[in-house]
């Protein structure tokens, strides 16, 4: 009770972890995913234009925590702590593809990282979970067309609640 009420711990981002928290909180963190995300599957057909909303969604929702090819900096980025994964720079795949979509669907507690499904369809999460996928291996020029032509590209079943934005 006194170390809180004294306001021992530092609850500054700037105030990095002991190594050992570091570790333990991973794994708490990777175990957590592991064991929540074990029963789902990606689907092996998502229709193309959700592929394609994956991409116009990333551009305007992820990148300025994730970046992406052509895009190696941001402010808000810098700032973060635990610092965000920066998927085109990933030399191998760290996460399942399941594993991505549970994390994009509920969010990491107490990071930054929010939780996309309240707003934001299965289908829609799958999109993002692909894209995401064939970000290593993509140029600048190949990230500015896919994200340009998902923007262009309508969703017809866009029934969730991102409708409401406008668009
Ligand atoms: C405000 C910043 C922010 C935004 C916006 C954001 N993320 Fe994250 N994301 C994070 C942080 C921070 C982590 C790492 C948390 C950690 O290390 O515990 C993370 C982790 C992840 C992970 C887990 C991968 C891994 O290797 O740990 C995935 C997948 C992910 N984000 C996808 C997305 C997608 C897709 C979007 C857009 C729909 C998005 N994020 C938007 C901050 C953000």
């Known amino acids: ?13 700037t105030e ?6 570091t570790l333990l909180l991973k794994v708490v963190k990777e175990r957590s995913i592991q064991v929540r995300s074990k029963a789902i599957v ?16 990333y551009a305007a929702m992820c990148a300025q ?18 610092q965000p994964p920066v ?3 990933l030399e191998h795949k760290t996460h399942k593809p399941g594993e991505n979509f549970w994390v994009i669907k509920h969010g990491i507690k107490l990071t930054g990282m929010p939780a996309w499904g309240s ?11 692909a894209f995401i996928e064939q970000l290593p291996d993509m140029t600048a020029d190949e990230y500015r067309k896919a994200t340009v032509a998902g923007a262009e590209m309508p969703v017809d079943q866009h029934n969730t ?7």
């Not at 009770?1 to 981002?13: D, E, K, R, S, T």
């Not at 990606?42 to 969604?57: I, N, S, V, W």
């Open 1 to 13: 009770m006194l170390f809180v009420w004294f306001g021992v711990y530092n609850v500054a981002a």
């Open 16 to 21: 990095k972890h002991w190594p050992l928290t």
């Open 42 to 57: 990606m689907p092996d057909t998502l229709p193309p234009e959700y592929l394609a909303k994956g991409a116009e969604d």
């Open 65 to 82: 925590c994730h970046l992406a090819p052509g895009n190696s900096a941001s402010e808000l980025q810098r700032g973060l702590y635990p």
């Open 87 to 89: 998927f085109h720079e």
């Open 119 to 129: 707003a934001h369809s299965d289908e829609e999460i799958w999109g993002l979970v």
């Open 161 to 167: 609640s991102s409708d409401q934005h406008g668009h």
